[in-house]
């Protein structure tokens, strides 16, 4: 059964930093891309990252480009999302999701980490 | 920067069908967009529905089905089930770079 468990979470204050993580089990993360999609309270599902089976090819939306970092360590079945210079409109529920098979849209979800930037 | 549009809310009774749909402000939505749907429910995680226009996940009900219409992507929910209340948002594919993947803002389904 493929479970994907998000941590880091928390409350941050604009311009701080927050690194997410997401451990996968129930399969190999080699085999497949992986994405983080962000929901804004009382909002809807945003795509904010994605990247593939190893670690070559990033893509981010363009509201996240040069502050957040996707990486991924496939000895520990990992996905990780390091996020700088957070402002008051990153604050959301962040889910790590895998790919169904062959392509990179998010298709196995988590269940989300809740990011709060706030002073 | 890229708009994906989908009707803000619909509402349909049980044992009818209703049609969602997906638009690009970039044009006419083909197979190319690669377009996915998930159904999310209150406090919960969204759950994949249908990928690459027209295929159902093992777990998808018979129910749903995805196709392309009039220049959109579509999903048909025939035989509705009271369950199905939910909010449904669809994915498409804008090739490998940045937003390489965007959600339409998402349809509240009310069945009532």
């Known amino acids: 059964e493929v479970q994907l468990v998000e941590s880091g979470g928390g409350l941050v204050q604009p311009g701080g930093s927050l690194r997410l993580s997401c451990t996968a089990s129930g399969f190999t993360s080699t085999n497949f891309w992986m994405s983080w999609v962000r929901q804004a309270p009382g909002k809807g599902l945003e795509w904010v990252a994605n990247i593939n089976q190893d670690g070559t090819r990033k893509y981010y939306v363009e509201s996240v480009e040069g502050r957040f970092i996707i990486s991924r360590d496939n000895t520990k079945n990992s996905l990780y999302l390091q996020m700088n210079s957070l402002r008051v409109e990153d604050t959301a529920v962040y889910y790590c999701a895998r790919a169904r098979g062959s392509g990179s849209e998010p298709c196995f979800w988590g269940q989300g980490a809740l990011v709060t930037v706030s002073s | 920067q890229t708009v994906v549009t989908q009707e803000p809310s619909l509402t349909v009774s049980p044992g009818g069908t209703v049609t969602l749909t997906c638009a690009s402000s970039t044009g006419a939505v083909t197979s190319g967009y690669y377009p996915n749907w998930f159904q999310q429910k209150p406090g919960q995680a969204p759950r994949a529905l249908i990928y690459?226009?027209?295929n159902k996940h093992s777990w998808t009900p018979a129910r749903f089905s995805g196709s392309l219409l009039g220049g959109k992507a579509a999903l048909t929910l025939s035989g509705v089930q009271p369950e199905d209340e939910a909010e449904y948002y669809c994915l498409l594919y804008y090739g490998d770079g940045q937003g390489s993947w965007v959600f339409g803002g998402g349809t509240k389904l009310t069945v009532l």
């Open positions: 690459s226009t027209n």
